[in-house]
């Protein structure tokens, strides 16, 4: 059974970092990309980055780009994404996703919410 | 960038009724790359349809995808009450993903 498991999140200041993980299983890690995704309290779903599976190739959103960081362990089976100068419009709930085919998300953690308040 | 916009934003039905649910893109996508999710609330995103039209792992055959090119549609043939959620596309090209903004579908 895949599992996708998020920690990390919580409570920052704004201008501050966090780095939030996503530790999978039941799936061959190393042989997926993944993605982080999130949904701002009460809106829509964004793409935040992703990540190939070998960790060669990253990918983001022009929303974080310079600011977050994808990456992963894939002898730990797990995926990070390290959040610098946060804002308060980073405030959401951050899904990490499997990517598969043609780039859909077939597996999604049950996410981790932080909150950007002074 | 590929903005997708989803209408209607809210779609009031009874349980039993057809529900659809329309995905236009601002610029043409590739079917292969286009797909659904739904969301209740407090649960992660649950993916529905991907190529545009193949149903994913365990879904209903009440739930149906079509189009191509920047017109794609959703089609629920007759809502079980556990279908009311809030309906995303969403498609992947040049090395991004985007969503569409959502459709609420809602008990009448």
């Known amino acids: 059974e895949v599992q996708l498991l998020e920690s990390g999140g919580g409570l920052a200041q704004p201008g501050g970092s966090l780095r939030l993980s996503c530790a999978a299983s039941g799936f061959s890690f190393s042989n997926n990309a993944m993605s982080w995704v999130r949904q701002a309290p009460g809106k829509g779903l964004e793409w935040v980055s992703a990540?190939?599976?070998?960790?060669?190739?990253?990918y983001y959103a022009d929303s974080v780009r310079g600011r977050f960081t994808i990456s992963r362990d894939n002898s730990k089976n797990t995926l990070y994404l390290q959040m610098n100068s946060l804002r308060a419009e980073d405030t959401a709930v951050y899904y990490c996703a499997k990517v598969w085919g043609g780039g859909y998300f077939d597996y999604w953690g049950q996410g981790t919410l932080v909150t950007v308040s002074s | 960038e590929i903005v997708l916009t989803q209408s209607p934003g809210t779609l009031s039905l009874s349980p039993g009724e057809r529900a659809t649910l329309s995905c236009r893109a601002s610029q043409s996508v590739s079917s292969t790359y286009l797909a659904w999710y739904q969301q209740k609330p407090g649960q992660a995103p649950r993916l529905l349809i991907y190529?545009?039209?193949s149903r994913a792992t365990g879904i209903p055959d009440r739930f149906s995808g079509s189009g191509s090119g920047t017109d794609f549609t959703l089609t629920i043939s007759r809502l079980e009450p556990e279908d009311f959620a809030v309906y995303y596309c969403?498609?992947?090209?040049?090395?991004?993903?985007?969503f569409g903004q959502g459709t609420k579908v809602e008990i009448k």
């Open positions: 990540i190939s599976g070998s960790g060669g190739s990253t």
């Open positions: 969403q498609q992947h090209g040049s090395s991004r993903w985007t």
């Open positions: 190529g545009a039209s």
